[in-house]
């Protein structure tokens, strides 16, 4: 699939709708996009196709996507300071590690019902 803008501009609406304490334990509301990046970067995949990619940050693991070539960081927001990306190759494995099942489907769903 082709990540155009408009799709992504609609899929980050629906993510910053979406996103919650139920779908990340670092929820803030002030900080909607925090403890996101793992279960945002497999819905990504899902909706718009594209590798996962990972870069350590601060000791963990912050996951996110490339798509047509392009870095696409839909959780960038939860962060203060500028990402130093190293873009390395990651996948659905890794990243479910990083989340749980059950905060995944919930995101799913969500996304699903804003369409």
């Known amino acids: 699939m082709t990540a155009g803008c408009s799709s992504l501009i609609d899929l980050y609406r629906k993510l910053r709708e979406a996103w ?5 334990g670092k929820w803030r509301p002030d900080n909607p996009a925090a403890g996101q990046c793992s279960v945002t970067a497999l819905v990504v995949q899902d ?16 996951f996110y996507n490339r798509i047509d070539g392009r870095r696409i960081d839909l959780t960038m927001s939860q962060f203060d300071s500028p990402i ?9 494995h890794e990243a479910l590690r ?4 059950r905060q ?5 769903e969500r996304i699903r019902k804003a369409d």
């Open 104 to 108: 995944y489907e919930l995101l799913c």
């Open 20 to 24: 919650s304490a139920e779908t990340s």
């Open 47 to 62: 909706e718009l196709g594209g590798e996962i990619l990972k870069t350590d940050f601060g000791g963990a693991w912050h």
């Open 84 to 92: 130093g990306y190293d873009d390395l190759p990651s996948n659905r």
């Open 98 to 101: 990083d989340t749980s099942v």
